[in-house]
């Protein structure tokens, strides 16, 4: 993973959130991959741990992910039909 750059006033822990997202969206994690570590994705994002643990939140609201105590957190399984440029699911860019 790269690093996010925050847009204007948008806040870090979003576009971290929106980094991940759009690896989703793309293929690039796919449903079932299991994501690095909230702190390795800290290290790797240069952002402070709860700043990772914020953004993965923003993911489970919408969907994209969820987290197993003890496991991990992994990309959703099947990814929701509603959620906003993910392929196949009638919203966002077609293409």
Do not use: K
């Amino acid at each position: 993973m790269s690093a996010a750059n925050p847009q204007g006033s948008q806040l870090i822990y979003a576009a971290v959130a929106d980094h991940v997202g759009a690896g989703i969206r793309t293929g690039a994690l796919r449903p079932g991959a299991r994501l690095p570590s909230e702190r390795v994705l800290a290290q790797e994002y240069g952002v402070a741990y709860l700043t990772v643990r914020r953004a993965a939140q923003v993911l489970r609201e919408r969907g994209l992910v969820e987290t197993v105590h003890g496991r991990g957190t992994f990309v959703a399984d099947p990814l929701p039909e509603s959620a906003p440029g993910v392929p196949g699911t009638g919203e966002g860019p077609v293409g």
